[in-house]
C-alpha cells in the first residue's frame, strides 16, 4: 500500500519562505515519478513540479520556476518542495503525488497516489 504524506505547509507572509515535504512509504519508488500539485478554492488542480525518482531531472510550471525548488533524499524516502518569493497568489492546498512510469507528466490524472494535502497560505 502506497501512502504519501505531505507536512511543512501554513501561513507565511509575502515574499518568504517555506518548505514541503513528501514521506513515501509502501514500495521501492526507483521507477517512480514524484510530483506536486496544488489546488486553490474554486479552482482546478493544477501541477507545480515533478522529479524522477532515479536520475536527477525535474520539470517546473512556468508560475513557479526560478522560485520554488523540488528535491529529493533517496536515503529517507522524501521528496521536498522549497518555495521561495512566495506570493499570495500562491495560496491553496498542495499534494504530493506519484506514479510508476519513466517519463515526466504534468497532467494529474496519471498520478495514481496522492497524499491528504497540506495548506499553504500566503498573506499579502
Known amino acids: 500500500q502506497v501512502q504519501l504524506v505531505e507536512s511543512g505547509g501554513g501561513l507565511v507572509q509575502a515574499g518568504r519562505s517555506l518548505s514541503l515535504s513528501c514521506a513515501a512509504s509502501g514500495r521501492t519508488f526507483t521507477n517512480y515519478v514524484m510530483g506536486w500539485f496544488r489546488q486553490a478554492p474554486g479552482k482546478e488542480r493544477d501541477f507545480v513540479a515533478a522529479?524522477?525518482?532515479?536520475?536527477?531531472?525535474?520539470d517546473y510550471a512556468d508560475s513557479v520556476k526560478g522560485r520554488f525548488t523540488l528535491s529529493r533524499d533517496n536515503a529517507k524516502n522524501t521528496v521536498s518542495l522549497q518555495m521561495n518569493s512566495l506570493k499570495p497568489d500562491d495560496t491553496a492546498v498542495y499534494y504530493c503525488a506519484a506514479f510508476q512510469g519513466f517519463t515526466m507528466e504534468r497532467r494529474a490524472r496519471f498520478y495514481n497516489y496522492w497524499g491528504q494535502g497540506t495548506q499553504v497560505t500566503v498573506s499579502s
Open positions: 522529479i524522477k525518482w532515479s536520475g536527477a531531472r525535474t
